[in-house]
């Protein structure tokens, strides 16, 4: 689509509609035109295009509201380290991939050594004797492992322990300029959009450490303009979005499907690199003098960037995983008036979430972290998992909660999503906390940008489906359902055109 064009007069005849907030029973008529949704009935008559539903399932398109685009657009290409239970098993891994691309940069991903018996160190991929740049990164996002040839190449102080947080965050924005663009062009890009519309994907947050305006409005005109996007900025893009103007929800390349979003802030750490900054020490492998974990900024600093984003009618996504920095969160929203909301809230207590609600602010959760977390949970942070994703809590106190996926920390998969939202195990275990699970209902609610059943005045993003996702209790064999459920998106439309087609 050029950035003025949406799909034309469109007429979806037969459609049976997805309770998503209220029940319309039997067969109707959608017709959309110039990307909105302009009436809902039965038997509607035009002479416009005419899509047959043939009596399947109508909804609003699913969005992932927490994405690094470029890191996923990545890592089908990189070394997949998620396997490896200790360094010298990851050693082995890049091993192999020199032996087989041995003038390649080795570009990993996905290895999570809190569980593993050793630390991983610059001197173990040393070792290896390569001069090719090894940069491997956390599963969470949160470190990057690599040689002193990496170290070099992104001028980095030279060390043996790994990268993390704030530094690490800087020194992903340089890769590119080190190693290539690898596979980061627009149409890299326009293929995960299409893998993403597959699922019925309509629209994406894209969090990405690296990159600014200029780069989205580039990509988007070089063809990877296939679903609805708002980018974010982080504070070291924060002047030159101000210098445009720009507040949340302005269109970008003239084109209302490239939007700007919020000021994203990483107020603090992990969960697995222990450094999500808690009220209570972690029960083993602490950070030495850190052993809650830590913030990223001082509450002035915090503070100042709300500040700083409410005044430029910019809202504002702050990371906040442990209960410390939620409650410092909350303040900073409280003392300042900024409006946005807090990623992942994936440990906190019951007064914040009712803070959350009184406060009008946000939860973005990506319930499939709850998987991989759930053990390391329980060793790390004893006696509080009940307090962890605690969704049942936000929805009763009345928070606004919106799901994604962090990907690619978890797969860019709504369904998956909202399965983990509603059984709350990824295994033959019994659900972890079913006392905070959520029913699939209000999982699709948190999975539709605040759509509801599709009405006139929507916006024509839309999926159909070859069955109901609701039809089913709230248990393991509907979870097991819903984690499978882009088998069944037979079409996906943004604007009222066509983004993926089964047929």
Known sequence: MSPTSYGGLVLIRNARLVAVTEAVPGLVDVRLDGGRVVEVGASLRGEETSYDAGGRWLAPGLWDQHVHLGQWTLASARLDLGPARSSAEAVALVRQRLEEWPDLPVIGWGHRPTAWPDNPTVSDLDAIGSDQPIVLIAGDGHH??????????????????????????????????????????????????????????????????????????????????????????????????????????????????????????ISDGSLNTRTAWCCEPYAEKAVPGFEEGQPNQSPDELRGLLARAAAGGLEVAVHAIGDRAVTEALAAFEDTGARGGIEHVQLTTRDDVRRMARLGVRASVQPAHLLDDRDVT????????????????????????????????????????????????????????????????EALVASTDGWGTV???HPADLVLLDADPLDGASDREHATRLRSFADHVVETWVAGATAYSRS
């Open 144 to 265: 990057g492992w690599l040689n002193t040839v990496a170290l070099h190449a992104l001028a980095l102080p030279i060390r043996d322990s790994v990268v993390s947080e704030a530094e690490w965050f800087m020194a992903y924005g340089r890769l590119a300029s080190v190693l290539g663009q690898d596979g980061t062009g627009p149409d890299a890009y326009r293929r995960s959009m299409e893998a993403a519309a597959a699922q019925g994907v309509v629209g994406l947050v894209d969090l990405e450490f690296s990159g600014g305006v200029a780069d989205w409005v580039e990509r988007w005109g070089g063809g990877a303009d296939l679903l609805r996007i708002r980018h974010a900025c982080y504070a070291d893009g924060l002047d030159d979005v101000l210098a445009r103007g720009l507040r949340s929800g302005d269109p970008l390349a003239d084109d209302p499907r490239l939007t700007m979003g919020p000021l994203k802030i």
């Open 455 to 457: 009405a006139a005045g």
């Open 378 to 441: 329980e060793r790390l942070w004893p006696g509080r998992a009940e307090r962890c994703f605690p969704l049942r809590w936000m929805l009763d106190d009345g928070v606004d909660v919106v799901l994604g996926s962090d990907a690619p920390v978890s797969p860019l998969d709504p369904w998956l999503a909202i399965a983990s939202a509603v059984h709350r195990s990824g295994d033959d275990r019994e659900p972890w906390h079913p006392e905070q699970s959520i029913t699939a209902r």
